[in-house]
């Protein structure tokens, strides 16, 4: 005789106790913008434990990114947003920058957050025109 047992295999996900922290996304991709062009993002996320969500700290890695987070709990099932200003500089550049969040969630309280893209010159090149005038053969004396 065999006998088997299914109460391992339940399909329902495991409640969490606790606040917990997920992300819709953790890394965001400008793809290529202009110099001077619109450097903000939006990470939205929730709080799928049971307690309320507090994040401690966000913070950027350099001056060029600045992070703007809730400073009240999210409470469970609730969503809120982080909103990032990226500033491109006056250059063509790479964006790799990285945003950490300090949270209370049990899981993971520490989540790096990822920007990244290309910053280049929009502006067309321009070349000097050629000075079309003829030259002139020297006048005698």
Known sequence: ???????????????????????DKETHDYGSIPLNGDGNCVFTFTNIGNEPLVLSNVRAGCGCTVPQWPREPVLPGESAEIKVRYTTLNRPHTINKTIVVTSNSLKKETIVLR?????????????????????SAPTPK
């Open 115 to 135: 920007i990244k893209g290309q910053v280049v010159n929009n502006t067309p090149k321009t070349t000097p025109e050629k000075d079309q005038t003829p030259l």
């Open 1 to 23: 005789m065999f006998s088997f047992s299914t109460s391992g295999f339940s399909q329902e996900e495991p409640k969490v106790n606790g606040p917990q922290i997920s992300f």
